[in-house]
């Protein structure tokens, strides 16, 4: 399946698991069978545009081009608009860290009971998950998971676990309580338009 594809794939995924809708409600509504959705879904069939039509309106989604400067301006206005648990993501290759990293946590607890510490890291990497990060915030938080990754099964993983946690809880701090940039007039007249 192509890379492009799969993302906006995996957004429609996203979309359709958090208002609860199942899969054989949606094919109910978009005239699909359940079957074809799943193997949308799971990368084993490339959809065809009108079948991807199709499921995206079933959900109240429209699909649309949009000049690629505009872009940014339209993922603000849509993620103003969004629901909480609807994921609007500018760098899709983020969203599998951030699975891969829940599904560690998950793990980890499986194994080794719950903590604090786990408990911290896997809300905030809920938290990030729902954020545009600048490539420097995505670097430190892929470097921490791959920390995470390299200690989980040492017998030194502890206070390891505390500092990723920690890490992990500052950025979401600096993240959640930066300070609101001054906003920009939607025009300004310059000094030569004094004629305007």
């Given amino acids: 399946m192509a890379y492009q594809s799969e993302s906006l794939i995996a957004q429609a995924r996203e979309i359709r698991e958090a208002s609860g809708v199942s899969q054989r409600a949606l094919s109910e509504r978009a005239g699909l069978t359940q079957s074809h959705i799943s ?3 799971s990368g084993k069939l ?7 039509i199709d499921m995206t ?17 339209v993922l603000g206005l849509v993620k103003a608009q969004a629901m909480p648990d609807m994921h609007i993501h500018a760098g899709q290759p983020n969203d599998k860290r951030f699975a891969r990293a829940e599904r560690l946590v998950k793990k980890m607890k ?9 408990d911290r890291i896997e809300d905030t990497i809920r938290f990030l998950r ?3 990060l600048s490539d420097q915030e995505m670097q430190l938080v ?13 017998a030194q993983a502890a206070p390891v ?17 930066a300070a609101p940039s001054e906003p920009r007039p939607a025009y300004s007249l310059d000094d030569g338009d004094a004629d305007a």
């Fill in 142 to 154: 892929r470097e921490l998971i791959a920390r995470l990754e390299r200690y989980q099964a040492s």
């Fill in 39 to 41: 193997q949308i879904e």
């Fill in 161 to 177: 676990v505390h500092d990723i946690a920690q890490n992990l809880q500052r950025l979401r701090n600096s993240l959640a309580h």
């Fill in 46 to 52: 490339e959809p065809g545009l009108s079948s991807f």
């Fill in 130 to 132: 729902r954020v545009n």
């Fill in 110 to 118: 499986h194994l080794y009971g719950s903590s604090a510490d786990l």
């Fill in 57 to 73: 309106r079933a959900l109240d989604l429209e699909l649309m081009l949009v000049p690629k400067k505009l872009v940014p301006a």
